[in-house]
Structures are given as C-alpha cells and as structure tokens.
C-alpha cells in the first residue's frame, strides 16, 4: 500500500551529528539526568513519521530500531494520535479497579483473539512490560502453589528487582544492585550458531540442567523469549520449544511466552511463539502494544489468569484509558495496512540485502532474524569471538551518518535491527550501505 507521511521518508543530514542543538542538551541533560539512564546517541529527537525520526537540529534519520520494538505502526501514526486526544479529552483515569470502562475490556478481548490458543483466556494490563513478567510470576505461583521460576540463559525480561533477576547478564542490568529475590533459576538455551545442537538435544541438556539444578516439581512457571531481543536475537533451533513445552505440560509447569518485544506483528506473525508451532499457557505483550504510550499486558488459560483471588493484582495506572484507545488503534492499523505481511517483507528484503554479510565481511559471523526482528553477531575475524569494540565501532558510524540501529547480546557484539513495519526497502537498502562501510573497515 502507499502511505503518506508528514516528513519525507529520506535520510538527509543538515550538520555533523550530533548536531549543535543536541550538543547543547547534552550538556544540560548530564547536570540534571543520572548516568545510569545511559543512552545509545547523544541526539536529541524533536519528531517523527514512519521510518524516520527528526532530530532538534533538523537531521532525518532512519530510525533501524523503533526505540527498542515499539514503534510497530510507524512515528506520529495519525491514527494513534487522533484516538489517544480523543480520548485524553473524553476521560484519562478512574482507575479500572475503581469504576471500570470498555477500552480495557475491548484490549482485553482482542488479546484473547489474538494470542495463540483455542481456548478461553484473560487478561490484566499493567503498564510496562517489567511489570507483565512480575504479574505472570505472581499468578503462576498462585496457580501453581510452587515458587521456583525458570528463565533462559541471554533472557532479558525486566528492570524491577524481581524481572532484573530473570534477566540473564549482571552487567550492567544487575551489577551492584541486588540482592534479588530467591528461587529465580537461569537455564542453558539453544543457541544454533554457537552451540550447534539440534532442537531436540539443546532440549535435553535444558530439561537435564533443570532435574540437576532445581527439580520440576519445584518450578511454578518457565518464562522463554521465543526471539531473544536485548539476548542477541537468538532463535533457538526448531523443536526446542516444543519439546520444553511438553515437558512444562507433563509436569504442572505454567509455560509463559514473553513476547514483550518480539510479539504483535514484528516477527511476521501476532506472536512469535507462532513460528515455533507452540501454545503457551500464558503470553506477555507491552512495547508495540500502543504506539508509544506505556501498556502491558497478560494474557492466557482463564483458569490460570483467574486462580489469582480478586484485589490479588491490579495497580494505580494498568490499562489507562488513553493507552488502551492507543492500542486498539494500533490493533486495526496493524490488520488494516497488513503489517504482518509487512514484516514478512521486511525479512525478505533483509535476507535478499545482508544475508551474505557472513561471506563479504570477516567481522561478521552470523546474520539471522524472523520478520523485522534481525541480529547481526560481529566476531573476532576468523574465529567466533564476541567483538564488542567492532559493534561499537559499527554503532558510532551508523549514528553519525543518520542511521540507528540498536545494541544487544550478553556480549555487546550483537548488531539489532528492528525497524517500524511502515519501513520501505530503499531505507533498509540506505541504512544497509551505511552500515557496510563501517563493516568493510574490518
Ligand atoms: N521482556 C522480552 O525485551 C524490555 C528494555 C530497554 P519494560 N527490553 C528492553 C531497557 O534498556 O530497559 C523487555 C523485553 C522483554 C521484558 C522487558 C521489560 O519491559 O517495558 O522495559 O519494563
């Protein structure tokens, strides 16, 4: 389809970047931010539309992250924007668990419709996706009655103190902030380029550290990204889920997909768990959910989701009526501009563009993703050494030539690139040359 966007879908750069007028703010943002807020490009954004971003000095840039998966619909959809003033004029807050209105149940149903499974499911909506996680543990235990949580090596599933100890790597996620809560376990994962296991036997060694380390009777609930986002875009081998679903099923284990940034829509389908041909008990949603306004949700069996008693979960500000009219926008301009057959686009011209990066450039030692979910691993050349100076070496070009890509993997060595779904193939072919120079230097 043809759309129309308010700033023409174009790199074009007017001053070095950062630019004179971002300069600025930095200096005034280091006097009043703190450090540990520590951001990718000093280049401070005014607005946006589709693919690109325009920052206070003018600059146009093509935005090859979508602020970390949420800007699914595009920048400034005008959609999004009309519903989210609507609807701030209408009502902001009554609290949904004070006096309720439909926008919630209206998310809540169309989750329920499009999340896998054919079954009856609810939801609760929170407001970012730390806290989808930290309710998905509290009403697997519940239901379960047990308390271990199992979560997978390279995960990445929240900041708050609980989701920061299912999140794999201490540094920096973790380092010098905890302690965290007990019984939090992390698993080996299937990782095809570095450990070349089959499904089936990257499973078993799963299945094996799990009877030797905690004991599945213990384990309330196994929290799996089926596309690891922040972990380095890593898409376990086929078979691998499907097998440690049945094992979670086989032993009373509540199996939680978070989708929080590799769901609705990005990877080519709603949910990503859809590739691996796998019914979660229960999935997670929030970044893409609404278009930039904080929304997060829980999603599954209604046996589960109801076995929490009532007044168990909620909080002050889950599924604010702005965020929820934000998300049923996106709902239906995710199906009404096929943005799931965008995605699947998105990967073919990616595929078609960078798959051979492998072959031309020795820092390169693999190139994989699903839909528009991509990672590019950099390496020591020659061997499968992480090369995380080469990855901020290929960041520093790419941000300063009008490109933003983002970081990822437990080693910094992984290039993510996760663009809006609106993004056209001459700006994915733009950004590529981009980024090729800075690879061609190794
Ligand atoms: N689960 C799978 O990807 C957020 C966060 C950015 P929140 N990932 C990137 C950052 O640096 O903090 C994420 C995720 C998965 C959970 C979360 C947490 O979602 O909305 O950031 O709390």
Known sequence: MTREFSVPQKRKLVTELPGPASVALQERRVRAVSRGAGTLANIYMDHGAGAILVDVDGNQLIDLGSGIGVMTVGHAHPDVAAAAAAQAAKLTHTLFTVTPYENYVRVAEKLAEITPGDFEKHSILVNSGSEAVENAVKIARKYTGRRAIVSLDHAFHGRTNLTMGMTYRPWPERAGMGPVPAELYSVPISYPYRDGLSGEEAAEKTIDYINTHI???????????????????????????????????????????????????????????????????????????????????????????????????????????????????????????????????????????????????????????????????????????????????????????????????????????????????????DAASVIEEALATF
């Not at 709603?270 to 949700?297: C, N, Q, R």
């Not at 057959?341 to 595929?351: G, M, S």
């Not at 290039?415 to 994915?428: A, F, G, Q, T």
């Open 215 to 429: 004991g599945a009777s213990e384990i309330a609930a196994f929290f799996v990204e089926p596309i690891q986002g922040d972990g380095g875009i890593i898409i376990p081998a086929p078979g691998y889920f499907s097998r440690l679903s049945e094992f979670c099923t086989e032993n009373g284990i509540v199996f939680v997909a978070d989708e929080i940034q590799a769901g609705l829509a990005r990877t080519g389908a709603w949910y990503s768990i859809e590739h691996h041909g796998v019914v979660p008990d229960l999935v997670t949603s929030a970044k893409g959910i609404a278009g930039g306004f904080p929304l997060a949700a829980v999603t599954g069996r209604a046996e589960i989701m109801d076995a929490v008693q009532p007044g168990g979960i909620g909080g002050t500000f889950g599924g604010n009526p702005v965020s929820t009219a934000a998300a049923l926008a996106v709902f239906d301009i995710i199906e009404r501009e096929g943005l799931i057959a965008e995605a699947q686009r998105i990967e073919k011209t990616l595929l078609a563009r960078i798959g051979d990066w492998p072959d031309r450039f020795s820092v390169v030692g693999d190139v994989r993703g699903k839909g528009a979910m991509f990672g590019v691993e950099l390496v020591q050349p020659g061997t499968k050494k992480p090369n995380p100076e080469a990855l901020s070496a290929v960041l520093k070009h790419a941000t300063s030539n009008g490109v933003i890509p983002l970081d990822a993997g437990s080693w910094d060595s992984v290039l993510r690139i996760m663009p809006p779904l609106v993004i056209s193939d001459e700006l994915i072919d």
